[in-house]
């Protein structure tokens, strides 16, 4: 969807992420095209790891993002005692926006972990862009969006990131999981567990700063 209607369009190589409450989506264009590898597993965003001895995911390894990321929410909101789900979510972005510190921190935790994984990907193929679909937290949410943008310059060979732009989709409301030839589409399923369903949301805004903003 973002290749032929949203903010890929006239871009040949970048990198989608959406985030939301069904959890992190991803996929990859290169020259112009969706790249799905020999599989249609390209793009697994949701399961590079970013915490070698983390929590076991149900894909089979240790410390994939989307396993992270959804312990340290389901901790947090059990903390409170909220059980997760989708109005907890809502109620989390609520507080983030009115400045509840704690949300705010686990935010940009999170937007750090994302960015990571993000930068390890980056350094992989050199993207154009990274444009990010978040349906789950207020527009503009500078907890995560900061933290996502600092975290992608670090883990990035500053050669790519001299070049590259981390921005909003033009697409917000679009389901992280549309499929139908989009360049964020959902994989076959995988042994243990796939992307699909596994809650590990957080948010981010509008790119500009940190990167190179803009469109």
Known sequence: AELRLGAGRGRKNFIVLGIGHEG??????????????A????????????????????????????AETANQLRLFLQA????????????LS??????????????????WQIGRAVGSVANVFDPDAVIINDTLTEVGDDAVTQSLV????????????????????????????AGGGGALR?????GGGGRAGEPAPSGVGPGGGGVSGGA
Request: one cysteine or more; aromatic letters at 4%; charged letters at 20%.
């Open 24 to 37: 992190i989506g991803s996929g990859i264009v290169v020259d112009g095209r969706v790249f799905e590898g």
């Open 39 to 66: 599989r249609g597993f390209a793009g697994e965003i949701s399961h590079v790891s970013v915490h070698a001895d983390g929590v076991i995911c149900p894909c089979g390894q240790r410390g994939c993002l989307a």
């Open 80 to 91: 409170r005692g909220v059980d997760m789900n989708a109005e907890a979510y809502e109620e």
């Open 94 to 111: 609520t507080a983030s926006a009115q400045g509840d510190p704690a949300v705010r921190r686990l935010f940009a935790d999170i937007g």
């Open 150 to 177: 600092r975290s992608i310059t670090q883990h990035t060979h500053p050669g790519i990131t001299a070049g590259m732009t981390v921005v909003a989709s033009d697409l917000k409301h679009t389901s992280i999981l």
């Open 186 to 190: 959902t994989p076959p399923p995988r």
